[in-house]
């Protein structure tokens, strides 16, 4: 669960779809690879547009999974030379050198964190399952759910499923209006399977009726969470008190209106954390409680957990004997390509002793199931500065070789099949 909060902060790099983002084949003119070789000279003009790649074929990864060095930084030496070479004031070198020492702490933690939330990325999804781990439920006995969420762009569908599903979740970076049916998250407790799926499309004019432009789909969309067991329906409350959206009404107001008898029907009043009265919460909760068509209500914050344990505990109670869709131990893609950015993010953080990991854009560029099994994964780092490009390169590409080499043995491990790894170091352009 923690993990994923953590993972969705790294969202936002991968909101840079892979997809649309196009592979610049002419910052492959010049680069200087991460494999030892000489130096290469580095010119102003030459830096515009250079990159310095680090590609795990070159390398033979296997086996340097020790190779992980530990930090050389004094920070005493560090003062000394400031006092007595560069006549720097102690008194100020000393201050500087405690919030050097308190970053440092940070990032310490921050690596350190990293490191929990990944291995409780690709563990089970609750604790309380852990001593279960092995069990292997038959077919039989598996319950399952199907559980779509309806809800006006930023309703909170997303948040609420990772907080529901945990680790299992895809921090998703979804094709929003390309499918009907997207699996946000599965969750697996016990005998029990829920899948949660986000229903993009279903888009309301002001009058409440579907667009017609792009009728077609729309009406797809609609039809479709009618196969749903359960159907949630979720809706800002904050920004219902603060700017109202007729369109968010009109569509709870539908959906309770054409309520499928197979189908339960859920609200979910969200974000309460953010009410600060209570007053007003009541005054959104009077508003709607008694909407026909709906099962339960619920008030929610997804993100912060409030009445989610309630809401959970309904849908384990909704579960019907069938076989699951889902394979438990299997990693969706989503949370792998977070996982490709998070390994590499921890290794930056682990070598680059500077702000520069905090300041750099990175970006998953490409992620490619290779016909042998294994992953292709292109990252890019692009820096703002020259200078901090340099950084991240290291002396004849050796810092990012370094950074390559261990994240790709880690990926290798933790996905169970050969990674192919590449890393560019980029300039801003
Ligand atoms: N305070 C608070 N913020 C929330 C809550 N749920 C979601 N948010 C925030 O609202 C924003 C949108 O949340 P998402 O979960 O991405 O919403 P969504 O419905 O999946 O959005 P789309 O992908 O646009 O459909 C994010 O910034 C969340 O952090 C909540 O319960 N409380």
Redesign the pocket.
């Known amino acids: 669960m923690k993990a994923l909060r953590v993972l969705?902060s790294f969202?936002s790099s991968l909101s840079s779809n892979p997809s649309k983002t196009h592979f610049n084949s002419s910052i492959l003119h010049h680069f200087y690879s991460a494999q030892p070789q000489e130096d290469h000279p580095t010119t102003l003009e030459e830096d515009d547009t250079s990159s310095s790649v680090f590609d795990s074929s070159q390398y033979d990864v296997v086996g340097s999974e020790n190779n992980v060095s530990s930090s050389t930084w004094d920070e005493k030496y560090r003062e000394r030379v400031k006092s007595k070479v560069f006549g720097e004031d102690p008194l100020e070198i000393k201050r500087s050198s405690r919030i050097l020492i308190k970053e440092e702490e940070k990032r310490r933690r921050a690596a350190l964190l990293a490191r929990t939330l990944l291995e409780a990325a690709i563990a089970r999804p609750d604790e309380e399952e852990e001593d279960k781990e092995d069990m292997v439920v038959k077919e039989k006995d598996q319950m399952s759910l199907s559980v779509g969420?309806i809800?006006?762009?930023?309703?909170?569908?997303?948040?609420?499923?990772?907080y529901m599903v945990g680790t299992k979740v895809s921090a998703?970076s979804?094709k929003?209006n390309t499918t009907t049916h997207e699996v946000?998250g599965v969750m697996t407790k016990g005998k029990t399977q829920i899948c949660f799926f986000?229903t993009?499309g279903l888009m309301l004019k002001k009058s409440g009726f579907p667009h017609k432009d792009i009728k077609a789909r729309i009406e797809s969309a609609w039809r479709s969470i009618d196969l749903y067991d359960v159907l949630i329906v979720?809706f800002?409350a904050?920004r219902h008190l603060t700017k109202p959206d007729s369109r968010v009404v009109r569509l709870i107001e539908r959906m309770g209106s054409e309520a499928n008898p197979k189908q339960k029907r859920l609200l979910c009043i969200?974000?309460?954390?953010?009410i600060e009265k209570k007053k007003d919460l009541l005054k959104v909760a009077e508003e709607f409680k008694d909407l026909p068509g709906y099962e339960r209500c619920f008030t929610?914050?997804?993100?912060?957990g409030?009445g989610v344990k309630d809401l959970t505990k309904f849908l384990m109670e909704q579960a019907l004997k069938r076989p699951w869709d889902e394979d438990p131990l299997i990693m969706s893609e989503e949370v792998m390509k977070n996982i490709s950015l998070e390994v590499v993010r921890e290794k930056l953080l682990h070598y680059i002793h500077q702000e520069i990991p905090y300041g750099i854009d990175h970006r998953l560029m490409d992620w490619k199931e290779l016909r042998d099994g294994s992953l292709r994964i292109e990252q890019h780092l692009i820096t703002h500065k020259i200078s901090q490009r340099k950084i991240l390169v290291g002396k004849n590409g050796s810092k990012i070789g370094r950074i390559g080499i261990e994240a790709n043995e880690e990926l290798r491990t933790i996905f169970k099949r050969n990674v192919h790894l590449v890393l560019m170091v980029r300039v801003k352009s």
């Open positions: 969705r969202n969420i809800g006006a762009p930023n309703a909170g569908k997303s948040s609420l499923t990772n998703v979804r929003t946000l986000d993009p979720i800002d904050h969200n974000k309460v954390d953010l929610i914050s997804g993100l912060k409030a």
